[in-house]
Each structure stands twice: as structure tokens, then as C-alpha cells.
């Protein structure tokens, strides 16, 4: 018996990124439901159940990591990844994201990402 594909919540305010994404994580066998800002996010992952969570780090209203707090003060357990244009990882983003990604190397690190955090928390 088939296993239903895991669900990631995509959450970037620029919609071509979010486009792309969608279809990456689509094709490599991924249900996947997006939104535009970090709010749009939070209340869709208060409605539905997600096994990730991927969202870029610069967003206006609300940056990745403000969103990634109310996500896991929500849930502690949701593996979160935050996308960035910046090498460096931001004192701030300490301890909220469990994986975090420089968007350059995005599609390789990013699908290996998911699969390790959805076998993490299988096994978990």
C-alpha cells in the first residue's frame, strides 16, 4: 500500500519563488500548498496539518524567522527550513529554523533537506 506524499507549506511573498518551488517539490512527489505572506502561513498551518514548513527569510510584514517562531510556539515539532539570500544566518535565526538554506542552493540541498527531516521525524 502507497503511502500518501507528505504535505510542505510553502510561505514567500514573491510569487515566481513560490511558483518554482511548488513545482520542484510537485515533481519530486510532494503535496504542496502555498501562501503568500507570513500571516496567509500561520493560518493555513493552523487549519491544516503539514509535515514541513519552508519559508524565505525576507518577507515584508513579517520576516521568516517572526513566522517561524509562531510556528513552532504552535507546534514545537515542525520541521521548519528557511530560505535566504544572505550566507550568513542571523543571531536571530538561532534555534528557530531546523535547516537553513542559501536560495542559490536551493534545489539540491532543499529536497535533500525534506527527505532527512521527514525520515527524523518518522523515526522520531
Given at each position: 500500500?502507497?503511502s500518501d ?14 511558483e518554482l ?15 503568500r505572506?507570513g ?8 487549519s491544516?496539518p503539514?509535515d ?6 525576507w ?9 517561524a ?7 514545537a515539532a ?8 544572505y ?5 536571530e ?5 531546523d535547516?537553513w ?8 540541498s532543499?529536497?535533500?533537506s525534506?527527505k532527512d ?8
Amino acid at each position: 500500500m502507497k503511502s500518501d506524499p507528505a504535505k510542505i507549506l510553502c510561505i514567500d511573498d514573491e510569487e515566481p519563488g513560490l511558483e518554482l518551488r511548488k513545482l520542484l517539490l510537485e515533481s519530486a512527489g510532494y503535496h504542496v500548498i502555498t501562501a503568500r505572506s507570513g500571516a496567509e502561513g500561520i493560518q493555513l498551518f493552523r487549519s491544516q496539518p503539514v509535515d514541513v514548513i519552508i519559508l524565505d527569510y525576507w518577507m515584508s510584514g513579517m520576516n521568516g524567522v517572526s513566522v517561524a517562531r509562531e510556528l513552532k510556539r504552535l507546534n514545537a515539532a515542525i520541521p521548519i527550513i528557511i530560505l535566504s539570500a544572505y550566507a550568513s544566518l542571523p543571531d536571530e535565526a538561532l534555534g528557530v529554523a531546523d535547516v537553513w538554506i542559501l536560495k542559490g542552493d536551493a534545489t539540491e540541498s532543499l529536497l535533500a533537506s525534506i527527505k532527512d527531516l521527514l525520515e527524523t521525524r518518522k523515526a522520531g
